[in-house]
Nanobody, 122 residues
């Protein structure tokens, strides 16, 4: 499985962006797919993930929405009401078998895409 993350950019606080994570090599429809982010000097942080259900970090719940388009083999991250603290490199990752309670554990993910930079100006 190969993953490609794209859609990052520069946006003003309060604005929106949609990130995409496109899978190739095989279908990721049955995979758990998560988004993680890493700001300079900080550890990688869980954002949301989707399997049969979704899970969100407290910092983005209500502002971000993760969704899946199985026909396009792509997972999206719609980010609304962006804040300066959302600035980071965003990565998508996939795992063939994860239970809901481990969706936030980056060590459980097998496949990673390259990062896409999101910068929110205040």
């Amino acid at each position: 499985v190969q993953l490609q993350a794209y859609g990052g950019g520069l946006v003003q606080a309060g604005g929106s962006l949609r990130l995409s994570c496109a899978g190739s090599g095989r279908s990721i429809r049955s995979y758990a797919v998560g988004w993680f982010r890493q700001a300079p000097g900080q550890e990688r942080e869980f954002v949301p993930a989707i399997r049969s259900s979704t899970r969100y970090s407290d910092s983005v719940r209500g502002r971000f929405t993760i969704s899946r388009d199985t026909a396009k083999n792509t997972v999206y991250l719609q980010m609304n009401n962006l804040k300066s603290e959302d600035t980071a490199v965003y990565y998508c990752a996939a795992a063939s078998s994860l239970i809901w309670s481990t969706l936030s554990d980056d060590e459980k993910y097998e496949y990673w895409g390259q990062g896409t930079q999101v910068t929110v100006s205040s």
